[in-house]
């Protein structure tokens, strides 16, 4: 059975703080991404890597970082926390090749007070 | 990049209809099409997908249709049940070289009994 998993469900953080979101998959995936989940606004893609130590930004980048340092993980990094970014955030990881299915990870509340 | 827009936002039917759900992307290289389902409080899971060079794919209730030159695609629903009700995401793949997905902003479907 294929595994993503996302290492807080639910995470309440502090205006300014650096936040941590750790995403580990174990099916020896290539690609992983990190989503941000608002109602009326879908899925929106914040960053994603095709290898380790590869990133690329997506389509709303700002005030975000990632880190790949090994092939299974995936960080993503809110390195000041605001308000706006109270949002669920979802880890996807999809091997190689056009046509393949992308597994999700449960999610990550967050929210910024 | 590629842009995906998705339509109705909402959609209520009545357990036994049918539903409908459209589709278009702006980028005509995208090659693969990939339609999650996500129920509340669940990560989104891939239900059917169509790769450019097919223009329907059917999977006992559900089929997806695909009409490249307009660069629209649609998810068909036939005898909805009340199980059917989530939220329903479709994607495209861009053909760059990243195995990215850009998904629409989703459509929320709701089958009464």
């Known amino acids: 059975d294929v595994k993503v998993t996302q290492s807080s469900r639910y995470l309440v953080k502090r205006t300014g703080e650096k936040v941590f979101l750790e995403c580990v998959q174990d099916?020896?995936?290539?690609?992983m991404f990190w989503y941000r989940q608002d109602p009326g606004l879908g899925l929106r893609l914040i960053y994603f890597?095709?290898?380790?130590?590869?990133?690329e930004k997506g389509d709303i980048p700002e005030g975000y970082s990632v880190s790949r340092e090994k092939k299974e993980r995936f960080s993503l990094i809110l390195e000041s926390a605001s308000t706006n970014q109270t949002s669920m955030y979802l880890c996807?990881?999809?091997?190689?090749?056009?046509?393949?299915?992308?597994?999700f990870g449960q999610g990550t509340r967050l929210t910024v007070v | 990049g590629e842009n995906v827009e998705q339509h109705p936002s909402t959609l209520s039917v009545q357990e036994g209809d049918s539903a409908v759900i459209k589709c278009t992307y702006s980028d005509s290289a995208s090659n693969y099409f990939p339609w999650y389902k996500q129920e509340l409080g669940k990560r989104p899971q891939l239900i059917i997908d169509i790769r450019s060079n097919v223009g329907e794919k059917k999977d006992q209730r559900i089929a997806v249709t695909l009409n490249k030159t307009a660069k629209h695609f649609s998810l068909h629903i036939t005898e909805t049940q009340p199980e059917d009700s989530a939220v329903y995401f479709c994607?495209?793949?861009?053909?760059?070289?990243?195995?990215?997905?850009?998904f629409g902003t989703g459509t929320r479907l709701l089958v009464s009994p």
């Open positions: 890597s095709y290898d380790v130590k590869m990133k």
């Open positions: 994607a495209a793949s861009p053909d760059d070289g990243f195995q990215k997905l850009v």
């Open positions: 099916m020896d995936h290539e690609n």
């Open positions: 996807a990881s999809r091997s190689r090749g056009q046509n393949t299915e992308a597994f």
